[in-house]
């Protein structure tokens, strides 16, 4: 979602310029030619797992560099903090998911 947002405000001449629609109306996902294949939910899933799994090798990465003397403490902190970030948010998503399939489960057929 990030980059979606970034690539919209890369078109926009600066962040005080009013955009006009047909620009961010041509930027926007939903305006791809239908030769692009569409982003289900599996993929972006896919995506948010790979993410996450970056943002906590990028902590332990930044632990370990601040043994060897490469990486300030601020920085460290900063790292551990989004990786703990990351790791709390991905927990959410598995409770919701968990929650979703419990309630389909007790569904009458």
């Known amino acids: 979602m990030i980059q979606s947002v970034s690539s919209v405000m890369s078109s926009i001449d ?5 955009a006009r629609t047909s620009d961010v109306a041509k930027s926007s996902p939903a305006a791809a030619p239908a030769s692009t294949p569409a982003i289900g939910f599996d993929g972006v899933m896919e995506q948010v797992a790979a993410d996450a799994i970056g943002a906590l090798k990028a ?6 560099s601040s043994i060897h ?5 601020q920085r460290v902190v900063e790292a551990v903090m989004t990786a703990e970030r990351t790791l709390q948010m991905a927990v959410a998503v598995r409770d919701k998911v968990v929650q979703a399939y419990q309630e389909v489960s007790r ?3």
């Open 69 to 73: 003397g490469k990486v300030s403490a």
């Open 107 to 109: 569904m009458a057929i």
């Open 14 to 18: 600066g962040f005080g310029a009013v």
């Open 59 to 64: 902590g332990e990465a930044a632990s370990i």
